[in-house]
């Protein structure tokens, strides 16, 4: 199924007892580009976070925030800093002393000072909180692609649209090229006819005229070639791969080929015609720059 590289997905909710958060999103990326915001002192779980996205995200730049509420089973070991306490209250006297000032040292003014108090806690269970994030992170991931799925649903019907009506007019320019080269024989033959006053005319030379310029503003080979490319396109638009690089290929074939008739074609029609064909193209491209 194509999937659009623009996507959202989270989950809340209590995983064995902590609060857990993990919101995913990303937009298009030539490549795939993972970014993590994580608590503090949790860069191991960006290894898990990448073996989640491993198989399933191929391209796009993908944010991912998560966020874990702390376990209050853990023990916390609060320490004062003794030294530190009798500099800052050594001080604070000696300024009462010598300025007269009113003496309000208290131990809650002291315990907020820089330094005073350090608090530090049993490292985290990493093999817990991997699991934890692993089972948030699937979570949301589910939510994403399917909101990746949807989006890519409307890409693919939108560019099949424009395909069809692309060989839609690739039909008409192949009804009309064998005209366009008739009308060149008359109008030859009305021309030379003219210019040399005599409706003796070698037929000759008309059809020789005919034939090369029939030549030269052929257009068979290439609209045989869209149709070819288009119908690849449909082939990978029904792929369950990653095909978003592949189907830009295809579409600057498909450009060259329409650049290639343009510069061949010798009638009005047959140009604004050429003209649809590269703007529906050009729609295709900017779309398919979504495409995974």
């Given at each position: ?19 857990t ?11 795939f ?7 503090r002192g ?9 073996n ?17 509420e ?11 800093n ?37 608090v530090?806690?049993?490292p985290?269970?990493e ?7 692993r ?14 799925e ?12 424009r ?6 007019i690739?039909?008409q ?7 366009t080269v008739?009308e ?7 021309r ?17 005229e ?31 791969m ?14 060259r ?5 343009g ?10 015609k ?16 979504n495409?995974?």
């Open positions: 199924m194509i999937r659009s590289m623009t996507g959202y997905g989270r989950f809340e909710g209590v995983i064995d007892g902590r609060r958060v993990f919101e995913i999103k990303s937009v298009n990326h030539r490549y580009e993972l970014q993590c915001r994580l608590p949790c860069g191991f779980l960006e290894e898990t976070i990448k989640l996205l491993a198989n399933r995200v191929s391209r796009g730049k993908v944010d991912v925030f998560v966020t874990i702390a376990d209050e089973n853990v023990a916390a070991d609060v320490r004062v003794h030294s530190l306490v009798s500099g800052y209250i050594n001080a604070m006297n000696e300024l009462c002393e010598k300025y007269g000032l009113k003496d309000d040292i208290s131990v809650s003014k002291i315990a907020n000072y820089p330094d005073v108090l350090t530090s806690k049993a985290e269970n093999e817990k909180l991997s699991e934890i994030v089972i948030a992170g699937e979570q949301a991931l589910e939510s994403f692609l399917a909101m990746r949807r989006e890519g649903e409307k890409l693919k019907k939108d560019v099949l649209e395909g069809e009506h692309i060989i839609s690739v039909e320019v192949e009804e009309r090229s064998p005209q008739e060149y024989r008359n109008k030859l033959y009305e030379l006819k003219e210019v040399l006053e005599s409706t003796t005319i070698d037929p000759q030379r008309i059809l020789l005919a034939a090369l310029f029939a030549d030269k503003t052929a257009v068979a080979e290439e609209t045989v070639r869209l149709r070819s490319h288009f119908a690849q396109l449909e082939d990978m638009l029904n792929s369950d990653a095909v978003g690089r592949k189907i830009d290929f295809i579409i600057q074939e498909m450009n080929e329409a650049n290639t008739i510069s061949k074609v010798c009638d009005a029609e047959l140009a604004h050429v003209v649809d064909i590269k703007a529906d193209i050009e729609k295709i491209r900017e779309q398919i720059q495409i995974e």
